[in-house]
């Protein structure tokens, strides 16, 4: 089982960066593939990046490639989310996941993003 913590989110300018961190509890962290999540305001959730377990194949939604990188420690039972060249559409919730065989089991209370024009 995994709990999740998120950080690092806030309030930034147009054209700043912010970087995300999701620590997990439990032993078996690497065994999972991890992704990061948004949700704007009256929106859906939708898909942000996410990485396989030993840190291999990432993945990003169109919207972010180039701008954002997830990346992994696990060792320290942590992914990060680095944005960078922030917009005010990338505004929302950001939550992260632990998938297993293709759905993600474990969500973590989420933290927001504001990014002002």
């Known amino acids: 089982q995994q709990q999740l913590v998120e950080s690092g989110g806030g309030l930034v300018q147009a054209g700043g960066s912010l970087r995300l961190s999701c620590s997990a509890s439990?032993?078996?962290?690497?065994?999972?593939?991890m992704g990061w999540y948004r949700q704007a305001p009256g929106k859906e959730r939708e898909f942000v990046a996410t990485i396989k377990g030993l840190g291999g194949s990432r993945f990003y939604a169109d919207s972010v490639k180039g701008r954002f990188t997830i990346s992994r420690d696990n060792a320290k039972n942590t992914v990060y989310l680095q944005m960078n060249s922030l917009k005010p559409e990338d505004t929302g919730v950001y939550y992260c996941a632990a998938c297993r065989s293709g759905t993600c089991d474990y969500w973590g209370q989420g933290t927001q993003v504001t990014v002002a024009s």
């Open positions: 439990g032993d078996t962290f690497s065994l999972y593939a």
